[in-house]
């Protein structure tokens, strides 16, 4: 396989779990959105975690960006690649309380544009640029993989777990 084809694979990778996540969460109704998520902090819902991995995914698509202009990788978290100074726990927090009153379908626009914009970032880079040389995470390098698919099983599986314990 070539060095693009194993690229290609990778983005059909990404495609493919976050359109199944995409696809569930969609089919959840008011009730389940509202079901309390343990992970993030308390009170945290799942329409909460929408906007959640939203943001992460944004965040991706903005160090693919950055990585695609300068040529650079990140030798540090994804934050401070991108110089963000606040620390995960403070964007989780101002995620949450900007948009913890906001209505579900401008969450859903949310989640689909950082998605969009996360994919073509991702689209634009050299399979280098992308994939781990070794291994690595679905063989994408971790700072990809971790923001673009394995955040959203982890996720996956605390929305799973909260629908299935009963409501207080």
Do not use: C, Y
């Not at 626009?109 to 950082?114: G, I, P, T, V």
């Not at 914009?117 to 399979?127: E, G, H, N, S, T």
């Amino acid at each position: 396989m070539t060095e693009e084809q194993d690229k290609q694979t990778a983005i059909r990778l990404l495609e493919r779990e976050w359109q199944a996540l995409d696809i569930w969460l969609r089919s959840l109704d008011e009730r389940q959105l509202d079901a309390l998520v343990f992970g993030e902090g308390p009170g945290w819902r799942v329409r909460d975690v929408v906007t959640h991995l939203a943001s992460l995914q944004e965040l991706a698509g903005r160090v693919a960006e950055k990585v695609a202009k300068e040529g650079v990788q990140p030798t540090t978290n994804s934050r401070e690649f991108l110089g963000i100074e606040k620390t995960a726990d403070e964007l989780n927090a101002e995620t949450f309380a900007t948009w913890r009153e906001r209505p579900m379908a401008e969450r859903w626009d949310r989640w689909l544009q950082a998605h969009s914009r996360m994919m073509d970032a991702f689209r634009a880079l050299r399979p280098d640029q992308l994939l781990q040389a070794e291994g690595g995470k679905e063989g994408m390098k971790p700072h990809f993989a971790v923001l673009g698919v394995i955040h959203l099983r982890v996720h996956r599986e605390h929305i799973e777990a909260a629908l299935k314990t009963p409501s207080p």
